[in-house]
């Protein structure tokens, strides 16, 4: 068989249609006149309930407003990897962080106040970001004086 017979389609023979075939194949056919005739067509109506939008609405900050409170703890946890020196207890600070993050996250784990849980994320972030500074203030001050000692003991 030739690769151009393959593609080319078949010639059906025209039988006459019978007026009753004819008139069951325009209905199926036929289209609808508007959008909205084709929607209530095909689609099913439902009438949300003005709770069931407020629900919906509350549904999709509280996952977005999740996804925020969960990087911010992955934040926290990443940057506490950095904490390595034990305090006076002789604990690393790094597990006294981690611990402190928990807690606080767990005491805030059922607020629904979106204020609050907004101001609280704002606070974490902000805390975060200032011992991370802290911390690389605190880095290059003990390089700067390493670097001197060294200059210094030659």
Do not use: C
């Not at 020196?85 to 597990?95: A, F, K, M, N, Q």
């Not at 005491?107 to 994320?121: G, I, K, N, S, W």
């Amino acid at each position: 068989m030739a690769a151009s017979s393959l593609f080319r389609p078949k010639l059906r023979r025209r039988l006459p249609l019978s007026t009753s075939s004819l008139i069951a194949r325009r209905s199926l056919h036929e289209g609808p006149d508007t959008v909205e005739e084709l929607l209530e067509r095909h689609l099913v109506n439902k009438s949300p309930r003005d709770g069931e939008e407020d629900e919906l609405d509350a549904r999709r900050r509280l996952t977005s407003t999740r996804r925020e409170v969960l990087g911010l703890y992955r934040d926290i946890l990443r940057a506490t990897r950095f904490f390595t020196w034990p305090d006076s207890r002789g604990v690393p600070w790094r597990d006294v962080l981690r611990e402190n993050a928990r807690r606080e996250f767990e005491e805030a784990r059922f607020e629904r106040d979106p204020e609050v849980v907004t101001r609280l994320l704002i606070g974490g972030r902000d805390a975060v970001q200032k011992a991370l500074d802290k911390l690389v203030e605190a880095s290059k001050k003990a390089m700067a004086e390493d670097e001197e000692q060294r200059r210094g003991g030659r």
